[in-house]
């Protein structure tokens, strides 16, 4: 049996991680009270995640804020557990708006948003500098001295275009503005343990994995960073495995960890009516028929042997030997204590053969049953 509960190594550094971690993503929206924030995050804490995981990008800066919050109120040591958090987006302060400043992505959604209520603008910058500012801007909204490592966030073709791509390259590169030596430097100097990158599978980006531009840009920025992990969203589910083609054979090979981002689908397969993101916007108001038609075949054989299906989406993605921890979103204690009883809960072995039987599984995706 795959063993959920010992913290696992990440790459070839010396941070380990618990496999069940917490994504913060969640709990900074405006729609969710601070107190029901920090709550979410002491559930967390108490069913065994030692793991959090936020960005500055999570409501500009509101994630960041609310995860420090809930992480003090707890009272304990810091090397008692690890948060990580992503640059590559600097918040700038932009008191009255300039709609100079606007941008969109591809998909017409935007690109470099202003919060009204803080007045902070968000900018891209990949570079020395700014990946230094950002580490330290994230520090003061948490209220940690440390953070254990530093994700690139969102290099990927749905939030730039090709010729902002080669900016975003340039800013990283040694013979550019040497983001990845901000990135080293904070490495050698023990200010964080680890290095990772986001690699993200929804709407907005699709086009690249179906043309593979976006394994392509992988490479391109694994050659400019060393890596120790790779967070990956949307790519590696029980309903989406193209990670399996180029990208978690890319990790094994160099010795990266694979981190699990939205292990449920962006919530799709535990509450389908609340519209995961991955899906909610793939043909405007549901998700695509061959994806209805994978998730309510996974969910006859779940409920012939009365297993809740997020149970068997997070034992799933944890089974593979590449992958270190998942890192599944909560909007309240109860969704944090539901992802450690998934993580436990009991999955009778003949339920992955069934599913394979049904070809509701990829031939190539390692499942529990295989260890």
């Known amino acids: 049996m795959t063993d959920f509960v010992t913290p696992r190594q990440v790459g070839a550094t010396s941070l380990r991680v618990t496999p069940l971690g ?49 992480l003090a109120e707890l009272g304990e040591s810091r090397d008692q557990y690890a948060v990580n958090t992503k640059v590559g987006r600097s918040l ?15 998909d017409g959604t935007p690109r470099t948003p202003r919060e009204a209520v803080s ?7 990949y570079s020395y500098d700014a990946l230094l500012r950002q580490h330290r801007d994230s520090l003061q909204r948490m209220g940690l001295s440390r953070v254990n490592s530093l994700t690139l966030h969102d290099i990927d073709h749905g939030y730039h275009d090709p010729s902002q791509l080669e900016t975003v390259l340039h800013q990283l590169s040694e013979e550019g503005l040497a983001g990845a030596s901000a990135l080293n430097e904070l490495k050698t100097n023990g200010e964080i343990d680890a290095i990772g990158m986001g690699c993200n599978l929804e709407t907005k980006n699709a086009f690249s994995w179906d043309d593979a531009s976006h394994e392509d840009l992988i490479e391109r920025v694994m050659a400019l960073v060393d890596l120790d992990f790779l967070v990956i969203a949307g ?4 309903l989406e495995t193209r990670a399996l083609r180029r990208v978690i ?18 919530g799709w397969l535990v509450n389908p009516s609340k519209m995961g993101y991955m899906y909610s916007r793939m043909s405007g108001t549901n998700a695509p028929e ?16 009365g297993v809740p299906i997020g149970a068997v989406a997070l034992q799933f993605v944890l089974s593979h030997p590449v992958v270190t921890a998942a890192i599944p979103g909560a909007a309240n204690p109860r ?37």
């Open 235 to 238: 790519g590696y589910t029980l």
């Open 22 to 70: 917490f994504g913060a993503a969640w709990i900074a929206s405006p729609d969710i009270a601070i107190d029901d924030a920090v709550g979410t995050v002491q559930a967390a804490w108490n069913n065994g995640v030692r793991f959090f995981d936020t960005a500055p990008w999570y409501g500009i800066g509101r994630s960041e804020r609310r995860l420090g919050i809930g």
């Open 119 to 125: 007045g902070f603008r968000v900018h891209f910058d």
């Open 290 to 305: 061959h994806i209805q038609d994978l998730t309510k075949g996974m969910q006859d054989v779940c409920a012939e042997f």
């Open 92 to 106: 700038e302060p932009e008191y009255i708006e300039d709609p100079t400043n606007d941008s969109t992505a591809a």
């Open 335 to 371: 969704e944090a204590t539901s992802s450690r009883e998934f993580v436990e809960y009991d999955i009778p072995l003949e339920l992955w053969g069934r599913m394979r039987e049904r070809n509701l599984l990829a031939h190539d995706a390692p499942c529990p049953s295989d260890s």
């Open 249 to 266: 054979p890319l990790c094994a090979r160099n010795n990266v960890s694979v981190i699990i981002a939205s292990p449920f689908a962006g």
